[in-house]
């Protein structure tokens, strides 16, 4: 009987040591922000194969800053002498990192899909069943509520008919081996909760269909079209600026559109001492949307026929364009970015980048594609914003790092 009690013990001892020396190896790195409206489901089934983004340490960061500040400061003997695509990426690169992450995974069975040009990311795939031991996470389904609200009657009918809707599998924290952690910043789309995503206009949105509606009894046409626009005197993307928030632009302000209460190319180059439209045609520009917002081909022809503007067509990217759209909700940011910076940087190409709102952060996805380009668009529009609260530390540093990554370049991105 002693003996039996003695063996068991000895046993507890091995499994208490072996349990604390996993612990001792482990590091945790990051866990997921809760919020109200995204909600823990089920386990996650864990043959389920699931695709995660490694952002690995990157050097030369501080280098980086003071480039970007010598090369835009006005005076400074650098000023403007944009760094290459490839001097960035020698300056950052980590082969050693790289390839210790690459040998990890591969030894563990994940299959690396992607690698960016300079090896600072790294795209994997393998089931959850392995993504479980290898972080210490467990994982499970999501919904995210704060999605499903954003979603116009058109859009939820829409996603009512997908048969195979993008499920979140997400786990609730995870850790990494202490080893890997200097070559490891962060795994991305592992804890990291969808954005709450707004667009800068939205409360325009409102006001704009109280607007349409009262125009369009007037003219005696469809109360919810945008490609006719009732009349060619009263444009679907006018803002008022009547509203006491305008006054601190009066000085400059046309008195004319004063008037009329509406803003348009004039009366933004007369606000702006804006001296020419027409823009360098070798140049390139973007505007950002995501979640379900489109734009409208034929609103766009029209708006450049109104004002007179060069007529040409936006360059498309992932979709999310349609000849005619049926509602505003589903068009209105959209033709908005597009109409009013065509019509302010005309002849230069101009990108509609649409991103995926889900499931990973569109901000973060949108940046390391562009980053990721040899020659991105020098310009570039996102009037969307999310909640600081509800975005992932791991994601609001890697998107600052490729934003210096592409300022040092030469690239403006105006939020």
Request: hydrophobic share 35%.
């Amino acid at each position: 009987m002693k003996l039996f009690s003695l063996q068991l013990s000895e046993l507890l001892l091995v499994i208490l040591c072996f349990g604390m020396s996993q612990y001792n190896t482990m590091l945790l790195k990051e866990r997921t922000i809760e919020r109200d409206t995204f909600i823990r489901k089920d386990l996650a089934p864990l043959h389920v194969k699931h695709s995660l983004v490694f952002a690995i340490t990157q050097q030369n960061i501080a280098e980086l800053e003071r480039q970007l500040l010598a090369r835009s400061t006005p005076g400074n003997a650098e000023y403007q002498q944009w760094m290459s695509f490839e001097e960035v990426g020698l300056l950052i690169r980590n082969r050693h990192a790289t390839a210790a992450v690459s040998e990890w995974l591969e030894n563990n069975g994940a299959v690396i899909t992607w690698q960016s040009v300079h090896g600072e990311y790294l795209k994997a795939t393998a089931p959850l069943s392995i993504w479980s031991q290898l972080f210490n996470a467990t994982f499970h389904e999501w919904d995210d509520l704060e999605h499903e609200k954003d979603l116009n009657r058109e859009e939820r009918m829409q996603t009512q008919k997908t048969k195979e809707p993008n499920k979140i599998y997400l786990a609730t924290e995870y850790y990494i081996p202490k080893n890997l952690a200097p070559h490891l910043a962060s795994v991305l789309n592992i804890v990291q909760s969808p954005s709450i995503l707004s667009f800068q206009h939205r409360n325009a949105l409102q006001r704009s269909k109280s607007m349409l509606t009262t125009n369009s009894k007037q003219q005696g046409c469809q109360a919810d079209s945008l490609s006719s626009l009732c009349s060619s005197n009263h444009s679907s993307n006018h803002y008022n600026t009547s509203s006491n928030n305008f006054n601190i632009y009066n000085n400059n302000a046309d008195p004319a559109a004063m008037v009329t209460g509406s803003v348009n190319i004039e009366f933004l180059n007369n606000l702006y001492q804006i001296d020419s439209n027409i823009a360098n045609s070798q140049l390139h520009q973007s505007v950002f949307e995501t979640n379900t917002m489109y734009f409208s081909e034929s609103d766009l022809l029209q708006f450049q026929k109104t004002y007179g503007l060069t007529q040409q067509a936006a360059v498309v990217v992932n979709g999310y364009n349609k000849k005619t759209c049926t509602s505003i909700a589903s068009c209105f940011e959209g033709n908005l970015d597009l109409q009013y910076m065509m019509g302010i940087a005309q002849r230069s190409s101009t990108l509609y980048w649409h991103v995926d709102a889900k499931p990973s952060n569109p901000f973060l996805k949108w940046i390391l594609d562009a980053s990721n380009t040899e020659n991105p668009p020098q310009s570039n529009s996102i009037s969307w914003s999310s909640q600081e609260k509800s975005m992932s530390p791991s994601v609001m540093t890697q998107f600052n790092l490729e934003a210096l990554k592409l300022t040092v370049r030469g690239v403006t991105i105006v939020v």
